[in-house]
């Protein structure tokens, strides 16, 4: 179908002084209007980076980009940085997740939504403060018409979040990218934050992606997810889908080392041995095999060899066989 954002092939590399950082290696995934795709991973997997390329933001000095990024039928890669930032705050917006980077400490909570309303609509001071209100309103801001004149410092984590979350959707964004927007937040103020998105996504209908290394986050906001390891995707699926019959080692692994939310004892969590490989010179065949309990079960040591392939639908890339991957999920990983 027409995805309302098409990611095709994407590669990202940086030169480094130690050499080439292959950060994102053959990504491909689509988005629909109205939905949210949560990409899960590790540090250093290619989640902020895919990101980053989708919204314009890499140096082209010591980055080089390759595939293709459609945004409601409009080709991203190489368009000219003009063209993007038109784009960047209107058609397309970005949560992060330190409220104290992305917002000024020396201007109002109310002028720094104000701003880019005037800027991208063209509305006047009057209106564009009105605006904020109503904006700092609908993220639940209490006496948001006096609120508005404050400085950030002057606001909590949790409402600084909230006041973020305003000024990235002021302009009605057709695309939200939120990288790792509660990560900083206590559970309960967490829970609220990820309950407003999903609010206002109903809303104003936004496409959504939620960046996160945390299945957690995704568990009730995402409706489709991608799991990425090493700058690739490993697997993809419906949330519902992954969470109940995941399908990759490395998604397991990341299931294991999840709190149980209702678990009566402080049950250990069991993290994935080792570490990811270097994006210097990532491993040959299965990125993930030099960490994989399961390798032996792959018939001729195909998965130091052979790059596994990602499914377009729903699947995994990995070289275990479909039955293996069901019966081992649920004889030794699912969660009793
Ligand atoms: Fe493990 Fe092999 Fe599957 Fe990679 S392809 S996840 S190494 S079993
Ligand atoms: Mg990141």
Redo the contacts with the bound molecule.
């Keep these: 179908g027409d995805a309302f954002l098409s990611v095709r092939d994407l590669y990202v590399r940086f030169a480094t002084e130690d050499g080439v950082v292959k950060a994102v290696d053959g990504l491909s995934f689509d988005l629909e209007r109205g939905r949210t795709l949560g990409i899960v991973g590790e540090s250093g997997s290619g989640k902020s980076v895919t990101n980053l390329a989708v919204l314009g933001l890499h140096d082209p000095r010591n980055t080089e980009i390759r595939g293709e990024i459609v945004l409601d039928g409009q080709e991203l890669t190489g368009a000219p940085e003009r063209a993007l930032e038109k784009l960047r705050g209107n058609k397309m917006a970005m949560i992060f997740q330190d409220s104290l980077t992305a917002l000024s400490p020396y201007y109002t909570v109310g002028r720094q939504i104000a701003e880019p309303y005037r800027k991208h609509t063209g509305a006047s001071k009057r209106e564009a403060w009105g605006r904020a209100v109503e904006m700092l309103e609908k993220v639940g801001i209490p006496n948001a018409k006096l609120r508005v004149r404050d400085y950030p410092h002057q606001f909590s984590g949790g409402m600084r979040q909230r006041a973020m979350i305003a000024m990235a959707l002021v302009c009605d964004p057709d695309l939200l990218i939120a990288d790792e927007p509660t990560t900083a937040l206590d559970v309960t103020v967490q829970a609220q934050i990820l309950d407003l998105l999903k609010d206002l996504q109903q809303e104003f209908g936004s496409a959504i992606i939620l960046i996160t290394h945390d299945l957690g986050v995704v568990a009730n906001t995402a409706d489709d997810l991608l799991v990425m390891y090493a700058g690739r995707a ?1 697997e993809r699926g419906t949330v519902r889908e992954v969470l109940r019959a995941p399908q ?3 998604t397991w692994g990341l299931l294991g080392s999840m709190p149980r939310l209702n678990s009566a004892v402080d049950e250990p969590l069991s993290p994935i041995p080792g570490a990811p490989p270097s994006l210097l010179s990532p491993p040959p ?5 030099p ?5 032996q ?2 018939d001729g040591g ?3 060899t052979e790059r ?1 392939s990602l499914p377009y639908g729903r699947g ?5 066989a479909a039955d293996r991957k069901r019966t081992i999920f649920i004889e030794q990983i699912k969660p009793r």
């Excluded at 065949?285 to 095999?289: I, L």
């Excluded at 960490?291 to 390798?295: D, E, L, M, P, V």
């Excluded at 995994?316 to 275990?320: I, N, R, S, T």
């Design positions: 490993v990759h080692p490395y065949g299965c990125p993930f095999h960490r994989c309990a399961h390798t079960e792959v195909r998965c130091a596994p995994a890339a990995c070289h275990l």
